[in-house]
């Protein structure tokens, strides 16, 4: 539905069709917008061609849904998000994390997940395989640095691997060579304390997930990266520092915004 033209109901229009009409929730409105055709065009011009502006519309309305304080936030930096996900090509919300639409204030900022920068890693096509874990205290786990790097991990197979001690990722290029970054839990939780979203949002929902999201953005400063990877490190460095990640948004052409009524 197009948010055009669309006009709210007088009271002789209730008065004709013998109906109460009730006015829609300023979620409603942000999903009338995501629905609209000018919407719709802009993500499509903005998305890989593996997702779809239906697709990536339907997912957003739901984000709405799940987290109505996005609606409170500063509707040209939620819009601005939106694309910014839909050029990064990553699904927003829990269902891949992917990424995290997350309101702060009244701006909202983009998370990057793990799997999302695993998964711009393998579409840049510079890195054949890039895997992050978690290392657990009853685990066998040794590495060493300098002229010789090398990495071995193997995992506790009894019922108690102990609490979280140490998280690595991995990339295999694709000009053969392999690159790991290693971080102790005391490193990771000093990266969550300086973030501003560190007691809120995934860092306390998804604690593992955001802990080896870390590792890898760390070891993307060795490797050979994409534009797209480069832009998803900028916005989540500024997204954990607090910093405005300049996410308005201004339609092409015009545009007229639905308002409740």
Same mark, same amino acid.
């Given at each position: 539905?197009?948010?055009?033209? *669309? ?5 002789? =229009? ?11 929730? #300023?979620? @409603? ?12 065009? %802009? ?10 502006? !239906? ?6 309305? $739901? !984000?709405?849904?799940?987290? #109505?304080?996005?609606?409170?936030? =500063? %509707? ?12 990064? +090509? ?15 204030? &009244? ?8 799997? +999302?920068m695993i998964d711009l890693a393998r579409r840049s096509g510079q890195i054949i395989s890039l895997t992050a874990r978690t290392v657990r205290q009853h685990d066998e786990f040794d590495y060493q640095l300098g002229l010789h790097e090398d990495l071995t991990h193997k995992p506790?197979? +009894? !019922? @108690?691997?102990?609490?979280? $001690? ?21 490193? *990771?939780?000093?990266?969550?304390? %300086?973030?501003?979203? +560190? ?9 593992? !997930?955001?802990?080896? &999201? ?9 490797? #050979?990266?994409? *534009? ?7 916005? @989540? ?20 915004? *639905?308002?409740?009524?």
């Amino acid at each position: 539905m197009s948010t055009e033209n *669309v006009a709210p109901f007088s009271q002789k =229009d209730m008065e004709a069709t013998g109906k109460q009409v009730k006015p829609r929730s #300023p979620a @409603d409105n942000l999903a009338v917008m995501l629905s609209s055709p000018k919407m719709k065009a %802009q993500l499509a011009a903005a998305l890989p061609k593996h997702m779809t502006a !239906e697709r990536m519309a339907r997912i957003i309305t $739901t !984000e709405i849904r799940k987290t #109505p304080a996005l609606v409170q936030c =500063d %509707q040209q930096s939620f819009l601005g998000s939106v694309i910014q996900c839909a050029q990064l +090509g990553l699904e927003p919300g829990n269902s891949l994390g992917h990424a995290y639409l997350l309101p702060y204030g &009244k701006q909202v900022q983009l998370i990057i997940g793990y799997r +999302g920068m695993i998964d711009l890693a393998r579409r840049s096509g510079q890195i054949i395989s890039l895997t992050a874990r978690t290392v657990r205290q009853h685990d066998e786990f040794d590495y060493q640095l300098g002229l010789h790097e090398d990495l071995t991990h193997k995992p506790y197979e +009894g !019922e @108690d691997a102990g609490p979280i $001690t140490h998280v690595y990722a991995v990339a295999r290029l694709q000009g053969g060579g392999v690159q790991f970054e290693v971080m102790s839990h005391a490193q *990771v939780e000093a990266v969550r304390a %300086q973030s501003k979203a +560190g007691k809120s949002g995934p860092w306390v929902s998804h604690w593992e !997930e955001m802990a080896k &999201k870390t590792a890898i953005r760390r070891l993307f400063k060795y490797l #050979p990266v994409s *534009v797209e990877i480069q832009r998803a490190v900028v916005l @989540d460095e500024a997204a954990e520092a607090g910093i405005p990640q300049d996410n308005e948004f201004v339609f092409d052409g015009e545009f007229e915004q *639905v308002t409740e009524g």
